[in-house]
């Protein structure tokens, strides 16, 4: 059985499914003639909840750390508000009746309150805290104080809905996993599972018989696989440790520098191929975005992607990014990328073909929407350009001349831009001999070693029968990007490779010893990449 | 009676934890303490009433003392506010 719900924290976990059943504290309206005794009754439970909140609060602060422990101050503050004091005490005087009564009616009016607060998710899930304080104290006063789950191995814990208290008084180290039926991304189970990097899943409408069965929590597609095979447990076993292996290098490489053991940093940057994927990229740490293929852009319309949409695509990314460079490129469409619309027809070779920069050179109105929709992006980040299929300086010079009039369109309409760095993908042969001088007319080069790969050693990289001689780490290549850099740095140009041989770590001391400025990477590479340069030493 | 109007700049507003600590602060001065956004009136030591207000990133409040020790008490709001919201 596969039961979908959203994820609010992400992971993998395998266990045991149990279903907590919740003790609903029973509120029966009693009329009671000694309401002075309700008042100090009420009172002394006030005190003693107060007292289990320290205790829970001290407790979180072990095991959650101060953020996740705050709560049951909150909460110390919500049972001495004076507003829930006042009100269950006016309800115990004025109708005559038992404190319980008071303080359950008194608790569901207030949290009425926040549930109604619309637009603001956050407070609106603080009616579950308010209904939390008032249960317990209603328990309290029933005299029944005892948390409701007892657990002796690892679970994976399906409920309702579960208050903070309730979590709390769990033993954690069983519990690998939360699922709810109701819940919200901002409540504290969800809070919590985050805090102790646990997947979480809420909205699943599980039924109550799955409670003793195996199941596994997929917190990346917010999935809930009960009574799963051999099989399907195996595979999800080999993808919780590779999660592991990733989570263990997060916590060890994250926030730190590329840079190798004698002090030689180079930039980490990550390839992207739309804006859904800037959460990626911010996840693993990269230092920006050293490819962002525009491609999907054109391949997901079915007419040409206007300016704005573009201008949209490519402002979120640069926000997101807030201030860290993103590098675009421009239109790479033709050869294995083919769209209706720009009619480019059955091409003897389309890898030789027409494709990128000589569509945007032959249709320079499509180029011209694109480096609007890039310039005025740039003005909210840090963007440059770069683009793809150059072989030759007058190519080059043309896009310089290009780029200069739609600036100076730009200036007349008074749209704002900042000053981009232009740089070009170095993936043919003829880019590589004629480097040292195209380094003089960009800031940058990005070798594209797939392409590279398959221009340099004519071999079709579609071609399943030439798989076992297409070698990436043939010596041609190598010495082709070994000359790239060389040259790039003699120009006055810094040099990135953005092809998958940049994720290769066999070679990253390779690249680092030619003199690589920068590497750029699938984002679920950069960890591993940023490992390999930190065990570098490139002074022996 | 002192006042001073504050723009909450905290992303998630006055959620939760700090509003248990303004709270805590308000109901440690002497003076009545009070915060105000869009004409709803709020008494500062109770954090039900403070968490009503339901105040988000970019919104202003109107901190107000009031009694005895007024200045005092809004000299170490507002430094609260300024530092934590």
Redesign the interface.
């Given at each position: 059985m596969e039961l979908q719900g959203k994820s609010v924290s992400q992971g993998i976990a395998i266990g045991r499914l149990v279903v907590y059943q919740k003790k609903d504290n029973v509120v029966k309206r009693e009329r009671v003639e000694d309401t002075a005794n309700e008042i100090k009754r009420f009172a002394a439970a006030r005190e003693k909840a107060i007292e289990q909140l320290k205790g829970l609060y001290e407790k979180a602060l072990k095991e959650v750390g101060e953020?996740g422990a705050?709560?049951f101050?909150?909460h110390q503050?919500?049972v001495e508000?004076?507003?829930?004091i006042e009100g269950a005490e006016n309800i115990i005087n004025q109708e005559q009746v038992n404190a319980e009564y008071a303080v359950a009616r008194t608790g569901d009016t207030?949290a009425e309150?926040?549930a109604n607060?619309e637009g603001?998710e956050?407070?609106q899930a603080?009616a579950a805290?308010?209904k939390d304080v008032s249960n317990r104290i209603v328990s309290v006063l029933q005299g029944n104080d005892d948390s409701g789950l007892n657990a002796s191995e690892p679970m994976i814990l399906l409920a309702d809905d579960l208050a903070p208290s309730e979590t709390v008084q769990l033993d954690k180290s069983l519990v690998l996993s939360f699922v709810t039926r109701g819940g919200s991304s901002n409540s504290h189970t969800a809070i919590l599972a985050r805090t102790m990097n646990i997947p979480s899943l809420i909205t699943v409408d599980f039924p109550e018989d799955v409670d003793g069965k195996m199941g596994i929590v997929d917190g990346f597609e917010g999935k809930l696989l009960v009574d799963p095979d051999e099989a399907l447990i195996e595979s999800y076993k080999k993808r919780q440790e590779k999660e592991a292996e990733k989570q263990r290098m997060l916590q060890e490489l994250k926030g730190k520098e590329t840079v190798t053991i004698d002090g030689k940093s180079i930039h980490l940057y990550a390839n992207i191929g739309g804006v859904k994927d800037v959460a990626d990229v911010l996840e693993n740490d990269a230092e920006g975005v050293g490819l962002f293929r525009s491609e999907f852009l054109y391949l997901e319309t079915d007419d040409f992607p206007t300016e704005e949409q573009q201008f949209k695509a490519y402002q979120t990314v640069a926000a997101g990014l807030a201030g860290k460079k993103v590098i675009i490129r421009t239109l790479d469409i033709g050869a294995d990328k083919q769209v209706d619309y720009l009619n480019l027809g059955n091409e003897e070779n389309p890898a030789l073909g027409y494709r990128a920069i000589r569509i945007c050179l032959d249709q320079v109105d499509i180029f011209k929407t694109q480096l609007r929709a890039i310039l005025r992006a740039s003005f909210y980040g840090t963007i440059s350009i770069m683009f793809p299929m150059i072989i030759s300086i007058d190519e080059v010079k043309k896009i310089k001349k290009i780029l200069a009039e739609v600036k100076e369109e730009l200036d007349e309409a008074g749209v704002p831009y900042k000053d981009v760095e232009i740089g070009i993908m170095v993936e043919t042969p003829a880019a590589v001999l004629l480097s040292e001088e195209l380094a003089k007319e960009v800031d940058f080069f990005s070798i594209g070693t797939n392409d590279l790969t398959q221009y340099t050693l004519a071999i079709d990289r579609q071609n399943a029968k030439l798989e076992s001689i297409n070698d990436p780490h043939h010596p041609a290549v190598l010495k082709a990007i070994q000359m790239t850099i060389e040259n790039a740095h003699k120009g006055g140009a810094w040099c990135g490779i953005c092809g998958e041989l940049g994720a290769d770590t066999t070679l990253t001391e390779t690249f680092l010893r030619m003199g690589i400025d920068e590497l750029s990477v699938s984002p679920s590479k950069i960890l591993a990449v940023r490992d390999a340069v930190r065990k570098l030493d490139l002074s022996k | 009676m002192k006042e001073f109007k504050y723009t909450i700049t905290d992303p998630?507003?006055i959620?939760?934890?700090p509003?248990?600590l303004f709270?805590?602060a308000a109901a440690a001065c002497g003076c009545k303490v009070t915060i105000e956004k869009d004409g709803k009136e709020v008494?500062a030591?109770?954090?039900?009433?403070v968490?009503?207000l339901?105040v988000?990133q970019g919104e202003t409040i109107t901190l107000k003392t009031d009694g005895d020790g007024e200045d005092a008490a809004m000299d170490t709001l507002q430094k609260f506010l300024q530092e934590n919201l």
């Open positions: 953020e705050m709560l101050e909150s503050l919500m508000d004076l507003d829930f207030l309150i926040f607060m603001n956050y407070m603080r805290d308010i | 998630e507003g959620h939760a934890r509003a248990g709270v805590k008494d030591k109770r954090i039900l009433g968490m009503s339901g988000k």
